[in-house]
């Protein structure tokens, strides 16, 4: 129709060789970008639209880096990110999902070693912040419960134990003495207030089979 448009790309992280792979392939099936501008993230989010085809490199002058907006105001309060933690230590689960590339037995494994802490640590605060809306539909929850049961353990009687989609991930970053998380931006963003993070790195994971899944 002749009517000029700019796409502003949502975030996306192409930190791993296997998401590189499967976008650039779906990229490819997409003909080729018929608007006026088409803002990105970062140098790899370009170079994925430019080696799919989907924007040829003769084009490439119709892609700029416009950052991650929503970072802005993280930044501005860098300032503030000596501030004092609070006993308490915040968990992301990652990704637990059928075409999740993690076995069910690694899964298992972090989550119980959260339960474990929580029991032994009842002074301390766990706040286990999932990415899901609604936590009934998630298949991670679903695995917490199995461990829980199996270690004849009722997680909801865990006073220092909570589980939510809604907390305040800045929130949480800022005041948590440790941030434990697996191929998640808030390792980067945890970096970045100089809080220590614990990737579960887990010896299932020491498997070339996983490297091309793995970020950072």
């Known amino acids: 129709l002749n009517i000029p448009y700019i796409v502003l790309h949502r975030e996306s992280l192409f930190a791993s060789k296997e998401i590189y792979k499967i976008v650039k392939h779906r ?3 997409w003909g080729n970008f018929q608007g006026s501008k088409l803002i990105v993230h970062n140098n790899v989010s370009k170079k994925v639209f430019l080696d799919s085809g989907f924007v040829s490199y003769s084009n490439k002058r119709l892609i700029d880096i416009g950052g991650c ?8 309060n860098l300032s503030n990110k000596h501030e004092k933690s609070q006993k308490c230590i915040t968990f992301f689960p990652f990704q637990a ?19 474990k802490f929580a ?6 605060d766990i706040f ?14 679903e695995i ?3 461990c829980s049961n199996e ?13 939510s989609s809604s907390f305040d991930t800045y929130k949480l970053l800022r005041k948590s003495t440790y941030i434990i998380a697996l191929n998640s931006t808030v ?5 970045l207030l100089g809080k220590p993070i614990i990737i579960p790195f887990f010896e299932t994971l020491n498997n070339k089979k996983f490297k091309d899944y793995i970020y950072f």
């Open 119 to 124: 029991i032994n640590n009842p002074g301390i």
């Open 69 to 76: 907006l929503r970072m802005d105001s993280f930044f501005n």
């Open 187 to 191: 390792i980067l963003e945890a970096g």
């Open 97 to 115: 999902k059928a075409s999740s590339p993690w076995p069910v037995s690694f899964i298992k494994s972090v989550n119980k070693e959260i339960i």
């Open 27 to 29: 990229l490819s099936n």
């Open 151 to 163: 270690m004849k353990i009722d997680f909801l009687r865990l006073k220092n134990l909570q589980i």
């Open 128 to 141: 286990i912040k999932t990415k899901d809306r609604t936590l009934k539909k998630t298949d991670w929850l």
């Open 144 to 146: 917490f419960k199995t």
